[in-house]
Protein backbone atom coordinates (compact mmCIF):
# COMPACT_ATOMS: atom_id res chain seq x y z
CA UNK A 1 0.00 0.00 0.00
CA UNK A 2 2.81 2.46 -0.53
CA UNK A 3 1.39 3.73 -3.42
CA UNK A 4 -1.38 5.24 -1.08
CA UNK A 5 0.67 5.92 1.92
CA UNK A 6 3.59 7.28 0.05
CA UNK A 7 2.56 8.10 -3.58
CA UNK A 8 -1.17 9.45 -2.73
CA UNK A 9 0.46 11.29 0.10
CA UNK A 10 2.77 13.04 -2.59
CA UNK A 11 -0.28 14.19 -4.73
CA UNK A 12 -1.56 15.85 -1.16
CA UNK A 13 2.15 17.37 -0.41
CA UNK A 14 1.54 18.59 -4.10
CA UNK A 15 -1.91 20.45 -3.53
CA UNK A 16 -0.89 21.38 -0.06
CA UNK A 17 1.55 23.36 -1.86
CA UNK A 18 -1.06 25.67 -3.49
CA UNK A 19 -4.26 25.32 -1.17
CA UNK A 20 -1.66 27.01 0.92
CA UNK A 21 -0.74 30.44 -1.53
CA UNK A 22 2.74 28.76 -1.26
CA UNK A 23 2.99 27.74 -5.15
CA UNK A 24 0.22 28.63 -7.77
CA UNK A 25 -1.52 26.30 -10.15
CA UNK A 26 0.69 26.61 -12.77
CA UNK A 27 3.68 25.32 -11.00
CA UNK A 28 0.92 22.20 -9.92
CA UNK A 29 -0.04 21.54 -12.93
CA UNK A 30 3.89 21.28 -14.45
CA UNK A 31 4.57 18.83 -11.25
CA UNK A 32 1.96 16.63 -12.55
CA UNK A 33 3.22 16.75 -16.24
CA UNK A 34 6.28 15.74 -15.13
CA UNK A 35 5.23 13.00 -13.27
CA UNK A 36 3.27 11.68 -16.60
CA UNK A 37 6.38 12.14 -18.44
CA UNK A 38 8.21 10.31 -15.76
CA UNK A 39 5.80 6.98 -16.08
CA UNK A 40 5.09 7.32 -19.17
CA UNK A 41 9.35 6.80 -19.93
CA UNK A 42 9.56 4.08 -17.32
CA UNK A 43 8.98 -0.08 -17.41
CA UNK A 44 5.26 -0.32 -17.18
CA UNK A 45 4.68 -1.29 -13.74
CA UNK A 46 1.93 -2.11 -11.63
CA UNK A 47 0.78 -0.21 -8.22
CA UNK A 48 0.78 -3.23 -6.17
CA UNK A 49 4.53 -4.85 -7.73
CA UNK A 50 6.19 -1.42 -7.28
CA UNK A 51 5.07 -1.01 -3.86
CA UNK A 52 6.62 -4.33 -3.14
CA UNK A 53 9.25 -4.62 -5.10
CA UNK A 54 11.03 -1.76 -3.86
CA UNK A 55 11.87 -3.91 -1.01
CA UNK A 56 14.42 -5.53 -2.97
CA UNK A 57 15.83 -2.68 -5.15
CA UNK A 58 14.80 -3.16 -8.76
CA UNK A 59 17.48 -2.00 -11.40
CA UNK A 60 15.18 -0.90 -14.12
CA UNK A 61 13.93 1.94 -13.13
CA UNK A 62 10.99 1.06 -11.12
CA UNK A 63 12.18 1.20 -7.90
CA UNK A 64 10.33 4.05 -6.59
CA UNK A 65 7.84 4.66 -8.93
CA UNK A 66 4.80 4.35 -6.52
CA UNK A 67 5.69 8.11 -5.97
CA UNK A 68 4.91 9.50 -9.00
CA UNK A 69 2.39 6.93 -10.52
CA UNK A 70 0.73 6.53 -6.78
CA UNK A 71 0.68 10.27 -7.04
CA UNK A 72 -1.10 10.37 -10.35
CA UNK A 73 -3.53 7.66 -9.11
CA UNK A 74 -4.76 9.91 -6.63
CA UNK A 75 -5.65 12.56 -9.29
CA UNK A 76 -7.13 10.29 -11.36
CA UNK A 77 -9.56 9.12 -8.02
CA UNK A 78 -9.72 12.68 -6.90
CA UNK A 79 -11.60 13.55 -10.56
CA UNK A 80 -13.25 10.53 -10.94
CA UNK A 81 -15.12 11.04 -7.03
CA UNK A 82 -15.82 14.76 -8.01
CA UNK A 83 -17.08 13.56 -11.34
CA UNK A 84 -19.51 11.20 -10.01
CA UNK A 85 -20.69 13.15 -7.03
CA UNK A 86 -21.10 16.35 -9.44
CA UNK A 87 -18.09 17.80 -7.16
CA UNK A 88 -20.21 17.22 -3.55
CA UNK A 89 -17.02 15.23 -2.33
CA UNK A 90 -13.58 14.31 -2.81
CA UNK A 91 -10.70 11.85 -2.24
CA UNK A 92 -10.00 14.73 0.86
CA UNK A 93 -13.40 12.67 2.07
CA UNK A 94 -12.01 9.12 1.24
CA UNK A 95 -8.75 10.15 3.02
CA UNK A 96 -10.50 12.15 6.13
CA UNK A 97 -12.58 8.63 7.00
CA UNK A 98 -9.80 6.75 7.13
CA UNK A 99 -8.13 9.11 9.53
CA UNK A 100 -10.85 8.97 11.33
CA UNK A 101 -11.60 5.14 11.26
CA UNK A 102 -8.76 3.50 11.27
CA UNK A 103 -5.54 5.67 12.18
CA UNK A 104 -7.46 7.34 15.01
CA UNK A 105 -8.99 3.59 15.88
CA UNK A 106 -5.44 2.70 16.35
CA UNK A 107 -5.38 0.50 13.36
CA UNK A 108 -4.18 0.54 9.94
CA UNK A 109 -6.26 -0.02 6.44
CA UNK A 110 -6.79 -2.80 4.13
CA UNK A 111 -7.93 -2.75 0.37
CA UNK A 112 -12.00 -3.23 2.14
CA UNK A 113 -11.18 0.19 4.02
CA UNK A 114 -9.55 1.80 1.02
CA UNK A 115 -12.38 0.74 -2.02
CA UNK A 116 -15.57 1.12 0.46
CA UNK A 117 -14.41 4.95 1.40
CA UNK A 118 -13.88 5.26 -2.63
CA UNK A 119 -17.10 3.92 -3.39
CA UNK A 120 -18.80 5.88 -0.35
CA UNK A 121 -17.47 8.98 -1.18
CA UNK A 122 -18.65 8.57 -4.76
CA UNK A 123 -21.86 7.51 -4.09
CA UNK A 124 -21.95 3.93 -3.98
CA UNK A 125 -22.43 1.15 -1.67
CA UNK A 126 -20.85 0.75 1.54
CA UNK A 127 -18.70 -2.77 0.53
CA UNK A 128 -16.53 -3.09 -1.88
CA UNK A 129 -18.22 -6.03 -3.67
CA UNK A 130 -21.37 -3.04 -4.60
CA UNK A 131 -19.08 -0.56 -5.65
CA UNK A 132 -19.38 1.72 -8.49
CA UNK A 133 -17.83 -0.65 -11.47
CA UNK A 134 -15.16 1.75 -12.12
CA UNK A 135 -13.62 1.71 -9.21
CA UNK A 136 -13.01 -2.10 -9.80
CA UNK A 137 -12.03 -1.48 -13.22
CA UNK A 138 -9.51 1.03 -12.18
CA UNK A 139 -8.03 -1.65 -9.32
CA UNK A 140 -7.99 -4.21 -12.17
CA UNK A 141 -6.23 -1.95 -14.72
CA UNK A 142 -4.04 0.28 -13.02
CA UNK A 143 -3.09 -0.89 -9.35
CA UNK A 144 -3.24 -4.97 -9.65
CA UNK A 145 -2.64 -4.06 -13.99
CA UNK A 146 -0.06 -2.14 -15.70
CA UNK A 147 -2.55 0.22 -18.10
CA UNK A 148 -1.00 3.64 -18.69
CA UNK A 149 -3.85 5.92 -17.02
CA UNK A 150 -6.41 6.82 -19.55
CA UNK A 151 -5.60 10.76 -20.00
CA UNK A 152 -7.72 11.43 -22.96
CA UNK A 153 -10.92 10.36 -21.01
CA UNK A 154 -9.90 11.56 -17.77
CA UNK A 155 -8.02 15.42 -17.91
CA UNK A 156 -11.45 16.73 -19.54
CA UNK A 157 -13.61 16.15 -16.59
CA UNK A 158 -11.30 18.57 -14.62
CA UNK A 159 -10.73 21.28 -17.40
CA UNK A 160 -7.47 19.43 -18.31
CA UNK A 161 -6.14 18.23 -21.46
CA UNK A 162 -2.48 16.96 -22.60
CA UNK A 163 -1.43 17.86 -25.41
CA UNK A 164 1.67 16.28 -27.72
CA UNK A 165 4.32 17.70 -29.92
CA UNK A 166 7.17 15.56 -31.73
CA UNK A 167 10.55 17.09 -31.76
CA UNK A 168 13.92 15.65 -32.45
CA UNK A 169 16.51 15.14 -29.38
CA UNK A 170 19.79 13.58 -28.92
CA UNK A 171 19.48 10.12 -27.14
CA UNK A 172 21.70 7.64 -26.56
CA UNK A 173 19.97 4.32 -26.20
CA UNK A 174 20.75 3.17 -22.70
CA UNK A 175 18.85 2.44 -19.49
CA UNK A 176 21.08 3.12 -16.62
CA UNK A 177 21.79 2.88 -12.86
CA UNK A 178 23.93 3.91 -10.09
CA UNK A 179 27.59 3.22 -10.46
CA UNK A 180 28.38 0.68 -7.35
CA UNK A 181 31.21 3.78 -6.73
CA UNK A 182 30.94 6.84 -7.47
CA UNK A 183 32.21 7.37 -10.84
CA UNK A 184 29.88 7.13 -13.64
CA UNK A 185 27.16 4.99 -14.15
CA UNK A 186 25.98 1.21 -14.71
CA UNK A 187 24.59 0.42 -18.10
CA UNK A 188 21.91 -2.49 -17.23
CA UNK A 189 20.19 -2.05 -20.95
CA UNK A 190 21.39 -0.75 -24.20
CA UNK A 191 18.65 -0.09 -26.85
CA UNK A 192 18.52 -1.84 -30.18
CA UNK A 193 19.52 0.03 -33.30
CA UNK A 194 20.85 2.74 -31.09
CA UNK A 195 23.82 5.00 -31.05
CA UNK A 196 25.02 3.12 -28.06
CA UNK A 197 24.66 0.24 -29.99
CA UNK A 198 26.48 0.97 -32.95
CA UNK A 199 28.99 2.37 -30.80
CA UNK A 200 29.69 -0.98 -29.09
CA UNK A 201 28.20 -0.09 -25.03
CA UNK A 202 27.63 -3.33 -23.41
CA UNK A 203 25.31 -3.67 -20.51
CA UNK A 204 27.38 -4.17 -17.33
CA UNK A 205 29.42 -1.17 -18.75
CA UNK A 206 30.71 1.85 -16.63
CA UNK A 207 29.29 5.31 -18.59
CA UNK A 208 32.47 7.76 -17.55
CA UNK A 209 31.79 10.67 -20.63
CA UNK A 210 29.94 10.99 -23.71
CA UNK A 211 32.40 13.67 -26.21
CA UNK A 212 32.86 16.59 -23.77
CA UNK A 213 30.06 15.64 -21.43
CA UNK A 214 31.52 13.86 -18.15
CA UNK A 215 28.73 11.65 -16.90
CA UNK A 216 28.83 11.96 -12.83
CA UNK A 217 24.37 12.02 -12.82
CA UNK A 218 22.27 9.13 -13.47
CA UNK A 219 19.98 12.01 -15.05
CA UNK A 220 22.44 12.75 -17.46
CA UNK A 221 20.43 13.37 -20.76
CA UNK A 222 19.50 17.09 -20.62
CA UNK A 223 22.89 18.00 -20.24
CA UNK A 224 24.01 15.86 -22.80
CA UNK A 225 20.48 16.78 -25.53
CA UNK A 226 21.39 20.78 -24.85
CA UNK A 227 25.24 20.06 -26.12
CA UNK A 228 24.74 18.13 -28.72
CA UNK A 229 21.38 18.34 -29.99
CA UNK A 230 22.82 20.56 -32.58
CA UNK A 231 25.47 18.27 -33.53
CA UNK A 232 23.43 15.39 -35.28
CA UNK A 233 26.14 12.91 -37.12
CA UNK A 234 29.38 13.80 -35.27
CA UNK A 235 31.57 11.85 -34.13
CA UNK A 236 32.36 11.65 -30.36
CA UNK A 237 34.41 9.23 -27.92
CA UNK A 238 32.85 7.43 -25.48
CA UNK A 239 34.74 6.15 -22.55
CA UNK A 240 33.29 3.26 -20.52
CA UNK A 241 35.18 1.61 -18.01
CA UNK A 242 34.95 -2.47 -18.45
CA UNK A 243 35.86 -4.77 -15.74
CA UNK A 244 39.02 -2.96 -15.07
CA UNK A 245 40.23 -1.70 -17.97
CA UNK A 246 38.82 2.16 -18.92
CA UNK A 247 37.93 1.59 -22.87
CA UNK A 248 37.31 4.34 -25.32
CA UNK A 249 34.35 3.69 -27.92
CA UNK A 250 33.40 6.27 -30.87
CA UNK A 251 29.76 6.98 -31.42
CA UNK A 252 28.18 9.42 -33.72
CA UNK A 253 25.41 11.27 -32.30
CA UNK A 254 21.78 10.78 -33.19
CA UNK A 255 18.94 12.48 -32.84
CA UNK A 256 15.28 10.67 -32.41
CA UNK A 257 12.12 11.32 -32.53
CA UNK A 258 10.52 12.06 -29.01
CA UNK A 259 6.69 13.07 -28.34
CA UNK A 260 6.92 15.99 -25.81
CA UNK A 261 3.81 15.95 -23.71
CA UNK A 262 2.32 19.39 -22.14
CA UNK A 263 -0.18 19.40 -19.41
CA UNK A 264 -2.48 22.46 -19.66
CA UNK A 265 -5.79 24.42 -18.53
CA UNK A 266 -8.69 23.01 -21.52
CA UNK A 267 -9.87 26.73 -22.81
CA UNK A 268 -13.04 24.91 -23.94
CA UNK A 269 -13.72 22.90 -20.78
CA UNK A 270 -17.69 23.27 -19.68
CA UNK A 271 -18.83 24.46 -16.09
CA UNK A 272 -19.09 21.35 -14.46
CA UNK A 273 -15.10 20.44 -15.51
CA UNK A 274 -14.06 23.92 -14.53
CA UNK A 275 -15.73 23.38 -10.60
CA UNK A 276 -14.49 20.24 -10.30
CA UNK A 277 -10.82 21.60 -11.70
CA UNK A 278 -10.87 24.74 -8.86
CA UNK A 279 -12.16 22.00 -6.36
CA UNK A 280 -9.11 20.28 -6.92
CA UNK A 281 -6.95 23.04 -6.64
CA UNK A 282 -8.67 25.05 -3.96
CA UNK A 283 -10.08 22.09 -1.84
CA UNK A 284 -13.54 23.69 -2.38
CA UNK A 285 -16.45 21.56 -3.37
CA UNK A 286 -19.45 22.43 -5.57
Known amino acids: WLWVSEGITDYYADLTLVRGGIADSDAFIQRTANKIIEVG ?12 STWIHPVDG ?19 IRDASDNRRSLDDVMGELYRTTYKAGKGFD ?18 SDQDKRFAEFDAKYVDGREPYPWSELLPLAGLRLTADTIQQARVGVST ?38 IKEQDFGPAYRARYNSHEGEEIPIVVRRGTESVTLHGKVRLVPQVQQKLELDPTAGEKAVRIRSGILHGVRN
Do not use: F, H
Not at 180 to 209: F, K, Q, T
Open 177 to 214: APSPDSAGIRVIEVVPGSMAEEAGIRAGDILLSLGEEQ
Open 111 to 128: SLDWWSAVGRAAGGKSLR
Open 41 to 52: QTTPVALEDASL
Open 62 to 80: TGYLYYPKGSLAGLVLDIM
